[in-house]
């Protein structure tokens, strides 16, 4: 269904919305939606800098220190 849009049919649905909206409406929801893009990526990188803390903490050597100088 969404396959024959194509570009013309993009600019006839943005005039739409911008026409029903109004400039103001539109560009405060693109500014919210750039936030919360930027807070997912944010997330995101988060998250993964948690799990290699946590996975690089299980991997730290644990040999006890009298042990360490046997060779």
């Known amino acids: 269904m969404l396959n024959n849009i194509g570009?013309?049919?993009?600019?006839?649905i943005a005039v739409v919305?911008?026409?029903l909206f109004g400039?103001?409406?539109v560009s405060a929801l693109m500014g919210e939606v750039g936030?919360?893009?930027?807070?997912f990526?944010?997330?995101?990188?988060d998250g993964s800098e948690e799990i290699e803390?946590?996975?690089a903490d299980a991997a730290?050597?644990?040999?006890?220190?009298?042990?360490?100088?046997?060779v």
């Open 53 to 55: 803390k946590s996975s």
């Open 35 to 39: 936030k919360g893009i930027t807070a």
């Open 7 to 12: 570009i013309p049919g993009l600019l006839l």
């Open 60 to 70: 730290r050597d644990v040999t006890p220190p009298t042990e360490k100088d046997k």
């Open 41 to 45: 990526k944010r997330g995101v990188k």
């Open 23 to 25: 400039r103001g409406k």
């Open 17 to 19: 919305v911008l026409v």
